[in-house]
């Protein structure tokens, strides 16, 4: 067990020293998307939802989400995020379109932020269901990655493609 760094010497989870590590600059950025028809996008892409501006509101919970990983994931050390942006990009399919969600984190300091970056990805997407499913509960969140991160000890990465 001594390749996963979450349990201790008895096989049971613990949470992780970082007490001897640098303080670095790092930065995390993850992927999801929502799959949707053709009435929801256009209903999002007018603002013509009740509930409010669809992606504004998803992207305020996608940050809410990137602050409170700590709270929601049990061995992540509450860290000091210095920042965080989120970004859509649509694409249009043959019979439906995906909203591909993209977010980025950075902080200063002795563990990274994937599983920050990855929270605001997965949030966001929840938020747009959740504003959305009164018109059509068939939508799909799909593939949920890191992207791409630098900086700490493990170094950097970059998904290919």
Not at 16 to 35: C, G, Q
Not at 40 to 56: A, M, R, T
Request: glycine content about 8%; charged content about 25%; some cysteine.
């Amino acid at each position: 067990m001594s390749e996963f760094t979450h349990f201790n010497g008895q096989g049971r989870a613990k949470m992780v020293d970082i007490t001897a590590k640098n303080e670095s600059s790092r930065y995390a950025k993850a992927r999801s998307s929502i799959t949707v028809t053709k009435e929801i996008y256009d209903k999002i892409v007018n603002d013509d939802f009740k509930k409010g501006d669809v992606l504004s509101v998803a992207q305020v919970a996608g940050i809410m989400g990137a602050k409170q990983t700590s709270s929601i994931i049990p061995m992540c050390h509450p860290i000091p995020i210095s920042g965080v942006d989120i970004s859509f990009d649509w694409k249009e399919k043959k019979t439906h379109y995906e909203l591909v969600i993209t977010t980025e984190v950075k902080t200063k300091g002795s563990t990274g932020v994937e599983m920050e970056a990855l929270t605001a990805a997965s949030v966001t997407a929840l938020t747009i269901y959740d504003m959305c499913k009164a018109v059509d509960k068939g939508m799909v969140i799909g593939e949920t990655y890191l992207h791409e991160k630098s900086g700490g000890k493990s170094g950097d990465f970059l998904r290919e493609s």
